[in-house]
């Protein structure tokens, strides 16, 4: 409740929400027993010490606490950010796209909808590497996650899952609105015009896609599926779309 209120209405407001609290729970304490034990008997000065007393305290309590929550606040925030975060691209890592596609599946089953799961697999990256060296081939993995986070929707999924390979979890979706997003996203990539030391870099990716639904979704077949989407678009020639389903499989 405190960290609601911090969010929504900033320290110093919730300091004086609190302060406020304080002198009323003290006048309350202060009034049962004036009238309980001492029979209505206090006096004017008695009264003005137990409201002043949290009315001076209060503040300078609250607003070291609330400073120290606001701060343990951040800490978890930034340390989230390091456990979850990609740092060459700055998309998601592996751990927070397998927790997402793990409440993705829970939430289908749970609402006998649908979402659909693609793999992005970065076409001769090695050959990258080899010619450009490690400096070339970073330049790629943050421009091919530029363009991934900007190709899909804002309540989708995009995330760094390994060297070369991302993946890009499309919510409560049907697998044509899927495919959709992902030819759009596999022409980007096409259209990108990357120079590196002066020298033109053409790249591509492969990608693969799978549509999982209902009550039957599966974490582990989702994967598989989308896995042997991609291994087709690689064989297949690379630079390409190819779509697996479990009816498919």
């Not at 609290?21 to 009238?35: D, F, K, Q, R």
């Not at 390994?162 to 979890?169: D, H, R, S, V």
Request: hydrophobic share 45%; with cysteine.
């Amino acid at each position: 409740m405190l960290r609601a209120c911090l969010r929504r209405y900033g320290l110093w407001p919730t300091v004086a929400l609190l302060t406020l609290l304080a002198i009323a729970v003290s006048a309350g304490i202060a009034s049962s027993m004036t009238y309980g034990v001492l029979d209505g008997t206090m006096t004017r000065s008695a009264w003005i010490i137990t409201l002043l007393t949290p009315a001076l305290i209060a503040p300078v309590m609250s607003g070291i606490t609330l400073r120290l929550l606001q701060q343990l606040d951040r800490a978890h925030t930034e340390l989230h950010e390091v456990i979850h975060r990609d740092h060459l691209t700055e998309l998601h890592n592996r751990r927070y796209f397998m927790q997402m596609l793990h409440e993705e599946v829970e939430r289908t089953r749970r609402e006998d909808t649908a979402f659909a799961l693609a793999i992005v697999d970065v076409d001769d990256f090695k050959s990258i590497n080899d010619r450009f060296g490690h400096l070339g081939g970073d330049e790629v993995l943050r421009q091919i996650a530029q363009t991934c986070r900007a190709a899909v929707r804002e309540s989708d999924v995009v995330a760094r899952i390994g060297g070369e390979e991302f993946a890009c979890l499309f919510r409560a979706s049907k697998l044509d609105a899927a495919e959709q997003l992902a030819q759009h996203l596999l022409q980007r990539i096409r259209d990108l015009k990357l120079q590196f030391q002066g020298v033109p870099l053409a790249i591509s990716v492969s990608i693969g896609l799978t549509g999982v639904h209902g009550p039957q979704a599966d974490l582990g077949s989702a994967l598989r599926l989308a896995d042997n989407a991609l291994y087709a678009a690689k064989s297949a020639g690379k630079n390409r779309l190819e779509i697996h389903t479990a009816q498919a499989a």
